[in-house]
């Protein structure tokens, strides 16, 4: 089994910034696409932002230029570091990522963007 266990979740206010980590543990041989997704209040799941491998990386129009997607391989570990945090950034953010064919998703962390 695969298990995901995301941190760095809060309360900031607009313009902060704030840096979300997910690891990796269990039944892992090798780590593909990792990625992070946000849900809103009455919203649909969406990509927030992706990275292969490789290190190549895809943002979603809303995040690019402010938040900046990693990965350290050898800690089976990705980070999203998040920038200019606006109110509309307020969403329980997942990481996910794929093992073969399978894809796993973490238990969520909350960010509340909020004066």
């Known amino acids: 089994q695969v298990q995901l266990v995301e941190s760095g979740g809060g309360l900031v206010q607009p313009g902060g910034s704030l840096r979300l980590s997910c690891a990796a543990s269990?039944?892992?041989?090798?780590?593909?696409?990792m990625g992070w997704y946000r849900q809103a209040p009455g919203n649909q799941r969406e990509l927030v932002a992706t990275i292969s491998v490789s290190g190549r990386t895809n943002y979603a129009d809303s995040v690019a230029g402010r938040f900046t997607i990693s990965r350290d391989n050898a800690k089976n570990t990705v980070y999203l570091q998040m920038n200019s945090l606006k109110n509309e950034d307020t969403a329980v953010y997942y990481c996910?990522?794929?093992?073969?064919?399978?894809?796993?998703w973490g238990q969520g962390t909350q960010v509340t963007v909020s004066s």
């Open positions: 996910k990522v794929q093992i073969f064919r399978y894809y796993y």
């Open positions: 269990g039944s892992i041989f090798s780590i593909n696409d």
